[in-house]
C-alpha cells in the first residue's frame, strides 16, 4: 500500500486538533520538564509524529469503510470493552459478532446503524459514516495488542527504514514517546471524525449539483468553507471535542519489584503490590 499522507485541509485541522489534545496530554502528566521552555503548554507537533497521525488516520478511515460496505466482514473479534466484559461475553457466546476494536472505538461518534447493517442492506457509506460530534471528553478504550496487530496487518510491510531495514512501528513509537503517541492517537480519532464530517458536507453539496465537474467541484468547496452553518460546525468540532484512549492489555508488563529507572515514561504495565 502507497504511504499515508495529509491533505492540506487535514493539516490545518490536525494543527487545532493536535494543540487541543496535547494540553490535555500534558495537564495529567508529570514529564513536562522537556517542555518547560515553550510558553504555552503543548507538545511539538514533528514530521515523524504527524506522520504517524496520518497512518492511524488511513487506518480508521478504510475500517469504517469497510464496515458499511462489507458489513458482514468483520474486521476482528474485539470490541470495545473491559476485560470482565469481554470474559463475560464470551462465556455467554455473546461476542462472536464483535468487530475489531479500531471500529469499535467509533461506536460514540457514529449511528447505531452503521453497527447493525447486514448484507441486504445496501447503503451509501457517506451517508452513514456522519458523525455526531459535540463538546466533551469522550473515553474510548482499545486493547492495546490487538490494536497493533490490526494496524500491522494493514500496514504490512509499507514502512521500512532504508538504513535499517526494519520497520518504522507505531507500537515502538507509542512505548518509547508515550505522550506523543497517546496524543497521536487521540488527535487520529478526532481527525478522522472531522474529515468524515467533511465528506459528508462535500457530497451532500455533490447531491444538489449533480453535473459538478472539477472546476465546479472546487466551487461547492469554497461555498462549503464560505457557509457559516458548516464552518461553526467544524469549529466546535475542533475547539469542544476532546479523545481520550485508555489501552488497556497493555504489554510489556513488568514487576513492580523489577522496575528500574529505564521504565520511567514508558507505556508499560505493571503487576504485583
Same mark, same amino acid.
Given at each position: 500500500?502507497?504511504?499515508?499522507?495529509?491533505?492540506?485541509?487535514?493539516?490545518?485541522?490536525?494543527?487545532?486538533?493536535?494543540?487541543?489534545?496535547?494540553?490535555?496530554?500534558?495537564?495529567?502528566?508529570?514529564?513536562?520538564?522537556?517542555? #518547560?521552555?515553550?510558553?504555552?503548554?503543548?507538545?511539538?507537533?514533528?514530521?515523524?509524529?504527524?506522520?504517524?497521525?496520518?497512518?492511524?488516520?488511513?487506518?480508521?478511515?478504510?475500517?469504517?469503510?469497510?464496515?458499511?460496505?462489507?458489513?458482514?466482514?468483520?474486521?476482528?473479534?474485539?470490541?470495545?470493552?473491559?476485560?470482565?466484559?469481554?470474559?463475560?461475553?464470551?462465556?455467554?457466546?455473546?461476542?462472536?459478532?464483535?468487530?475489531?476494536?479500531?471500529?469499535?472505538?467509533?461506536?460514540?461518534?457514529?449511528?447505531?446503524?452503521?453497527?447493525?447493517?447486514?448484507?441486504?442492506?445496501?447503503?451509501?457509506?457517506?451517508?452513514?459514516?456522519?458523525?455526531?460530534?459535540?463538546?466533551?471528553?469522550?473515553?474510548?478504550?482499545?486493547?492495546?495488542?490487538?490494536?497493533?496487530?490490526?494496524? #500491522?496487518?494493514?500496514?504490512?510491510?509499507?514502512?521500512?527504514?532504508?538504513?535499517?531495514?526494519?520497520?518504522?512501528?507505531?507500537?515502538?513509537?507509542?512505548?518509547?514517546?508515550?505522550?506523543?503517541?497517546?496524543?497521536?492517537?487521540?488527535?487520529?480519532?478526532?481527525?478522522?471524525?472531522?474529515?468524515?464530517?467533511?465528506?459528508?458536507?462535500?457530497?451532500?453539496?455533490?447531491?444538489?449539483?449533480?453535473?459538478?465537474?472539477?472546476?465546479?467541484?472546487?466551487?461547492?468547496?469554497?461555498?462549503?468553507?464560505?457557509?457559516?452553518?458548516?464552518?461553526?460546525?467544524?469549529?466546535?468540532?475542533?475547539?469542544?471535542?476532546?479523545?481520550?484512549?485508555?489501552?488497556?492489555?497493555?504489554?510489556?508488563?513488568?514487576?513492580?519489584?523489577?522496575?528500574?529507572?529505564?521504565?520511567?515514561?514508558?507505556?508499560?504495565?505493571?503487576?504485583?503490590?
Amino acid at each position: 500500500m502507497p504511504a499515508a499522507g495529509l491533505t492540506d485541509v487535514q493539516k490545518s485541522d490536525l494543527a487545532k486538533i493536535w494543540a487541543t489534545h496535547s494540553a490535555e496530554i500534558l495537564s495529567d502528566s508529570t514529564a513536562t520538564t522537556e517542555y #518547560e521552555s515553550v510558553s504555552r503548554l503543548e507538545l511539538p507537533l514533528q514530521e515523524h509524529t504527524m506522520q504517524f497521525v496520518a497512518r492511524l488516520t488511513c487506518l480508521f478511515l478504510r475500517k469504517l469503510h469497510e464496515m458499511v460496505q462489507h458489513p458482514l466482514d468483520g474486521q476482528g473479534s474485539i470490541s470495545n470493552k473491559s476485560n470482565n466484559d469481554i470474559a463475560d461475553e464470551n462465556d455467554s457466546g455473546g461476542g462472536s459478532h464483535s468487530r475489531s476494536c479500531v471500529v469499535e472505538a467509533f461506536r460514540p461518534f457514529l449511528p447505531k446503524a452503521c453497527f447493525s447493517m447486514t448484507a441486504k442492506d445496501k447503503k451509501d457509506p457517506e451517508m452513514l459514516l456522519i458523525p455526531r460530534l459535540s463538546h466533551g471528553k469522550y473515553i474510548v478504550n482499545m486493547d492495546h495488542g490487538l490494536f497493533l496487530q490490526e494496524l #500491522e496487518e494493514f500496514e504490512g510491510d509499507t514502512y521500512i527504514h532504508p538504513m535499517t531495514g526494519q520497520k518504522i512501528t507505531f507500537g515502538s513509537f507509542l512505548y518509547h514517546k508515550t505522550d506523543h503517541g497517546l496524543c497521536a492517537t487521540n488527535s487520529a480519532i478526532a481527525l478522522t471524525l472531522v474529515t468524515l464530517q467533511r465528506r459528508a458536507h462535500l457530497y451532500l453539496s455533490r447531491q444538489q449539483h449533480p453535473s459538478s465537474n472539477a472546476h465546479v467541484e472546487q466551487h461547492v468547496l469554497n461555498s462549503m468553507n464560505n457557509s457559516r452553518q458548516d464552518l461553526q460546525s467544524l469549529i466546535n468540532a475542533h475547539e469542544g471535542l476532546l479523545v481520550h484512549v485508555r489501552y488497556y492489555n497493555v504489554y510489556p508488563t513488568i514487576e513492580i519489584s523489577e522496575v528500574k529507572t529505564d521504565n520511567a515514561y514508558k507505556l508499560i504495565t505493571l503487576r504485583g503490590r
